[in-house]
């Protein structure tokens, strides 16, 4: 049996007093005694809770980045000033050019803030894929997501910069982490940018067969429309997941919505939660 535990070191909310929450996330997964973190929030944050919670960021054995967002790789400094070398896998478009385009025209950019060279230089090791790829036993990166569905179109505020010229940001780069158990298949999402019924088709042709234990992360919901909130759980009731764990971008009309549809299975995810999957 596979043990899993993961820490929620940043979140939006907190449940904790005296451990503060930011707009992001961080999880530190534990797998059979191997410790991993997924995405680092915005700020420094992350190593100042993991410090309240005991946690020794130095014994990570990588990074994974979700996207090249600013809420997700803000950390990334401040980490590596903690763990010296050490590996970190994403996919090469993080580094865009990254912006959210408010209705005045006005951009505000929400890129990664801090250069590939100046992470490097702090002993960041990029390992850069466009495809799935297996990083340790039974913990899998999804590599591309394809956009299967009609309804899942992304946010069309939130652009990248090429040629002078401001576009809808495809995310290509977005993905999700896998991991794999006897009990079966629990998937980890920063923002979901690709959809969430999307990056489950691609699960699913990843791996044709084994029960959906958890689905844990932002969903990127908060800024859909009602019809599209239920197309998404309508088409997440094919997948039967065991538990949804869901906070940062799912937004509060989506909680709602995936709280009155799948009761007790779902929850909200929120800084100083522990999560054990045995």
């Not at 179109?153 to 006897?182: A, H, N, Q």
């Amino acid at each position: 049996m596979t043990e899993i535990r993961i820490t929620v070191l940043v979140e939006d909310r907190s449940e904790r007093p005296g451990l503060p929450a930011e707009h992001g996330i961080a999880l530190l997964l534990e797998v059979d005694g191997e410790k991993w973190l997924f995405d680092t929030g915005q700020s420094g944050l992350v190593v100042d809770n993991a410090h309240k919670l005991a946690i020794d960021l130095g014994a990570i054995k990588g990074i994974i980045l979700s996207h090249g967002h600013y809420d997700h790789t803000g950390g990334l400094k401040k980490i590596l000033q903690e763990t010296a070398e050490v590996d970190i896998y994403a996919h090469p478009g993080i580094f865009r050019e990254r912006y959210r385009l408010a209705g005045n025209g006005k951009t505000t950019p929400i890129g990664l803030p801090v250069s590939r060279n100046a992470l490097e230089e702090l002993g960041g090791r990029f390992n850069l894929t466009t495809t799935g790829r297996e990083i340790s036993p039974g913990i899998y990166l999804s590599g591309e997501i394809p956009r299967r569905t009609s309804f899942e179109r992304g946010d069309p505020f939130l652009v990248i910069k090429e040629k002078g010229r401001y576009l809808p940001d495809p995310f290509i780069d977005d993905l999700f982490l896998m991991i794999e158990t006897d009990e079966g298949l629990i998937m980890i999402n920063g923002c979901c940018h690709a959809g969430l019924i999307n990056s489950l088709k691609h699960l699913r042709s990843l791996r044709p067969r084994g029960e959906i234990r958890a689905i844990i992360g932002g969903l990127h919901l908060h800024s859909a429309s009602d019809q599209v909130i239920r197309q998404t759980i309508d088409a997440l009731h094919e997948f039967s997941p065991e538990a949804i764990i869901a906070g940062h971008c799912t937004g509060e009309r989506a909680e709602a919505a995936f709280s009155r549809a799948f009761g007790s299975l779902f929850r909200k995810m929120k800084t100083g939660a522990v999560i054990n999957l045995p």
